[in-house]
């Protein structure tokens, strides 16, 4: 018998125990989808958050499942959850005795078999080898800190048993320009430590004023400048995923290998999107489920059925990419530009060939020598280091009768004339081709852009703190306007069939009111309304999600926006939360 629950074991239980609680709806007439969905997850609360007691010996009795109920109680406390702790323990109280019940006729020795054991894979919640740890911008001056700090303290709030000594850390900042902005070693177990109450990065006081839970994390590497962004993280298929993407309230969130290994492509420069199926071998390397010959195909449709946009608008926007070859994206955060980009190169390969795809990020120190060729110290001098667009291009040379997709993140935070130098001229839609090649800076070799790659850039035009991007440039792109796509026809059936919340359709309609006064204000405008994504999710949509959205990322949004007009940010704070509360 072996020592670990297999992870498919695990799955098909969950599954088994939701249609289990489906049946059921035909006795209980007051349930509904969410009511199952709730129930569902929360019977494996104690299990995800390890709140101190063996989850499955814990199945054995009524007087084991008080216990884990007093546990889960004391875990909301000290995790400093909000709401009303007593009555939400006894919520999830319900949730685990509709397990006991299911176990106990479909699966009556499964708790005993199971005792003690953990689960054999890396890849779930139990036993991950990196994490991410978040800081809020408004209580705690998260960039400050990891620019002047070599080593930082950071409170754990769950996983404190599978959190261990060496593992990966990386530190997140929340808020409107949300991301992984460093990285680093978690230098010890998760330890009792000292309030310290007189933290210069701290705001509006410290934020612990008892001893609490936490781990020392050593910072290796300082991304302020180059941070990858949430908008970046949910392109890919792996990284789309992750945890602190899909549920964003705690301080400390799980990581996969998968997605780690995703992450730091990102962080080196080297990211190529993962194909779903891709695992990791036990050295690292990766393992795909797919030939490189198999790909899924992709269609007008597939873009319209996953994207919230009208034909119309596909067909500007397609139109407008394969006659000017490089456009940019610009919109406000939340509007799915990143998303829109991978999925609108799908559409015109017509299928999902990733391996034509490459994503990047400018950020304001990145230039020529990064992203065209340059030399770089090699422990015994200097040696010439192609970059990635350099080898993009020569990779579509090769492949001449078929379109290649060249996406940028962040275009505008990088000084573009730098980072593109003598290729400027190149990259014009009428200059492509080997007649106008240009001798390069550091090699001598005559380049050109191939006539059959193109350019899509991300822009924010919500962030005040870039420059809009030189005329020079902006004569050889087109500009596509994304907008909230509240109000699309995509959207409004996606609520209706896949959601099927009443207090997420309160949420909508708070959001769409709020996104025209930010219109009408002359010091924001359409370019800083909240975008649909906030509210798009796999999950199941409970109160709790909802909460997290309004209260970690569309408040966060508004206290930038209005940080000079308290009275408006509270005003609309009351609408909101009276959408997900009442």
Known sequence: MSDFIEVEELKKLKREFKKYLSDMRKENHDWNDNTVSTYASDAFFAFNNNVGVDFWASLASQSALETVRDKIRDYLKNSNKPGNVEERANHYLVALKLLKEFLGKEHPTLASEWSGKAVGNAGLKSNPRAWIFQGNPKRYDVVGAVENLDKMTWAVTQYESQIKKGDKAYIWQSGPNSGIIASGIILCDPETKQPN????????????????????????RKLTNNKVTRDTLLVDEHTKELEILRFSRGTNFSVTEEQATVIESIINGTYKPMPPGTALSASGNLLSSQSPQSVTSYSEADFLNEVYMSPEQYATLRGLLLRKKNIILQGAPGVGKTFVAQRLAFSIMRQKDTGRVQVI???????????????????????????????????????????YFFIIDEIN????????????????????GKEYAVRLLYKEELFYVPANVYIIGMMNTA???????????????????????????????HQKTALQNP??????????????????????????????????????VTDDWLHAVVEYEVLPLLNEYWFDEPSRIQAWTEQLRNAVNG
């Open 197 to 220: 109450l007189s933290d210069p990065y701290a705001r509006g006081g410290p934020l612990k004023t008892e001893p609490y839970l936490a781990v020392d994390i050593r910072v290796e």
């Open 361 to 403: 990020q400018f950020h304001q120190s990145y230039s020529y020598e990064d992203f065209i060729m340059g030399y770089r110290p090699n422990g015994s001098g200097f040696i010439l280091v192609e970059g990635p667009f350099y080898r993009f291009c020569k990779k579509a040379e090769s492949d001449g009768q078929r379109p």
């Open 413 to 432: 935070r990088g000084n573009l004339s730098k980072i593109f130098g003598e290729l400027l001229m190149l990259i014009e839609n009428a200059k492509r």
């Open 463 to 493: 962030d005040r703190s870039l420059a809009m991007i030189d005329y020079a440039l902006r004569r050889r792109f087109a500009f596509f306007d994304m907008e909230p796509a509240f109000n699309s026809d995509g959207f409004r059936e």
């Open 503 to 540: 207090k997420f359709q309160k949420l909508v309609n708070a959001i769409n009111k709020l996104n025209e006064d930010i219109a009408k204000d002359p010091s924001l405008g359409i370019g800083f309304r909240i975008g649909h994504s906030y509210l798009c999710t796999n999950d199941e």
